[in-house]
């Protein structure tokens, strides 16, 4: 992969970071929604969906808090929240999934 003429190596580090992040992210949920669906019983998937939105949610409302007592900075709260929007996709995803089976 060739980088633009120019890039900041700390910016690069960091992108790549993030990317790595996302990419472990999906990885994790993949398996995790796979333990799910062997639970026995059809509401286990519906209930991991449950408490994964409120856990994003939470996580959502506690790194702004955060942000807003000042204990974190502005570009680490966008990349923080960029992570969850990535899970919720993938918990959107899911879901969407499971409707159509």
């Known amino acids: 992969m060739e980088l633009p003429d120019g890039p900041d190596a700390d910016a690069v580090r960091r992108i790549l970071d993030r990317v790595e992040r996302s990419i472990r992210a ?50 680490t709260l966008r990349a923080e929240l960029e992570s969850l929007d990535i899970e919720e996709a993938a918990a959107e995803e899911r879901i969407d999934r499971r409707g159509r089976d």
């Open 26 to 75: 999906r990885v994790d949920v993949e398996q995790a929604e796979s333990e799910v669906d062997a639970e026995p019983g059809p509401d286990a998937g519906v209930l991991f969906d449950r408490f994964r939105r409120s856990v994003l949610r939470a996580q959502r409302t506690a790194l702004i808090a955060a942000r807003d007592d000042g204990a974190l900075d502005d570009e």
